[in-house]
């Protein structure tokens, strides 16, 4: 008697898997059986630049995954008036156009055998104005609007898009916006959530169809930022309050690094001065 053939495991991408969120992504899905491939310029499991169309499409045409993460991208903070050309060049190309890449790479691989899910990784910037990361923001805003159109493209073909949205996230690669006075408002809710269950709810988010095309983590935060954004004065008459709280994170945040500075390295755990904000995306 012929035995059964063996069921394919479940084949995942995710990029920007160096280090902070996109780590997190690939241990949650291989603790749920995926065989997941990281992608990152270096220290991952292959070196993929999310800004190269063709790099992308030859990676999802040999791996032929079922899930795809398009998590990788940069901060961009700062002025968008002062900002030089070259720095809004990379912002706009690895936050939109990595992930437009990704998408039409996996999706042209997953609608040849009907189904798959791909998971663009936005942030609550592309709900609602943001002083300071402008540039950032808009990136996030249409990273948006093209997971929900070509969501919506895809209907009937089995293949789904989802989009998430998480608030300021606490990741490795300290950078100078902790000390940005004018970065105050990405700390405004007086936390940072952890990569961890970001990670857990995107898993989520791509095995269960009961999770719309979006989600926002926290959830009240979610809520917040959609109503600033349809109301923008609203927001100009909140945004002093805002800065108020979130300078007042920042301060306990470096008080927390100047701490740490000072005090023995203890074996195995990560220093505080080593985390960062991180608005919807991996270093």
């Excluded at 495991?9 to 990281?38: I, K, M, P, Q, W």
């Excluded at 949205?165 to 408002?185: V, Y």
């Excluded at 095995?207 to 959609?226: D, T």
Aim: hydrophobic share 45%; with cysteine.
């Amino acid at each position: 008697m012929s035995r059964p053939a063996k069921a394919r495991r479940r084949v995942a991408v995710v990029t920007g898997a160096a280090g902070g969120l996109g780590t997190e992504f690939v241990a949650a899905l291989r603790s749920r059986g995926y065989e997941v491939t990281g992608a990152d310029l270096s220290g991952a499991d292959v070196v993929l630049d999310v800004t190269d169309a063709d790099a992308c499409r030859r990676l999802a045409r040999e791996l032929r995954p079922d899930v795809w993460i398009n998590n990788a991208g940069v901060v961009g903070a700062g002025s968008a008036i002062e900002q030089s050309d070259a720095e809004i060049r990379r912002t706009v190309e690895v936050n939109l156009m990595g992930v437009i890449y990704g998408t039409r790479a996996a999706v042209e691989v997953m609608r040849e055998h009907g189904s798959g899910t791909v998971l663009n990784v936005a942030s609550l910037a592309s709900f609602t104005p943001l002083p300071g990361e402008a540039v950032y923001a808009a990136t996030k805003h249409a990273v948006r609007a093209f997971t929900l159109g070509v969501g919506y493209e895809l209907r009937g073909t089995g293949v789904r898009l989802t989009t998430l949205c998480p608030d300021g996230i606490r990741t490795p690669m300290l950078g100078g916006i902790l000390d940005d006075p004018a970065m105050a408002l990405v700390f405004s809710s007086g936390r940072l959530l952890e990569p961890r269950p970001v990670a857990e709810l995107g898993v989520r988010l791509i095995e269960s169809p009961r999770f719309g095309p979006l989600a926002s983590i926290p959830r009240y935060r979610g809520v917040l930022a959609r109503v600033l954004g349809i109301a923008p004065r609203l927001f100009l008459f909140l945004a002093p309050l805002l800065e108020l709280i979130g300078r007042r994170t920042q301060a306990r945040l470096q008080a927390s690094v100047r701490s740490s500075a000072h005090e023995p390295a203890t074996a195995g755990a990560e220093p505080v001065s080593e985390h960062i904000i991180e608005t919807g995306a991996k270093r």
